[in-house]
């Protein structure tokens, strides 16, 4: 795959060719250029060596606690549980939008 696409693999039982202009990063540029949102404003969570430049590109990235030793490693925030992660930004960005009465967050 030399010059044409990177080797990677989720799990044990795949190996993934991803060509060097499409990535889970490259994603999130277009996402941001679409949608006018900068990586600053950016979260990306997962949980394995196929995320480490994905989450290393936003700026805040959370890996799952079982998730890939190399992961953890480049990783500052770990977590066990992606839905109270998930709830708490969601609880912090638009209680205060909308004026949510009796909002807490995890």
């Given amino acids: 795959c030399d010059n044409v696409c990177e080797v ?4 044990a039982n795949n190996i993934e060719f991803i060509p ?11 996402i941001s250029q679409k949608l ?11 949980d394995n060596e196929n995320d480490i430049e994905f989450i290393a590109a936003a700026d805040v990235g959370y890996a799952v606690a079982d ?8 990783c500052k ?3 066990n549980n992606v839905i109270k992660i998930i709830d708490k930004i969601f609880t912090l960005i638009f209680c205060p939008l909308f004026c949510v009465k009796n909002c807490s967050t995890v």
Avoid: C, Q, R, W
């Fill in 8 to 11: 990677t693999s989720s799990n």
């Fill in 20 to 30: 060097f202009e499409n990535s889970k990063t490259s994603g999130l540029e277009k």
């Fill in 36 to 46: 006018d949102i900068k990586f600053s404003e950016m979260i990306a969570f997962g």
């Fill in 67 to 74: 998730g890939s030793p190399l992961l953890l490693e480049h």
């Fill in 77 to 79: 925030n770990i977590f």
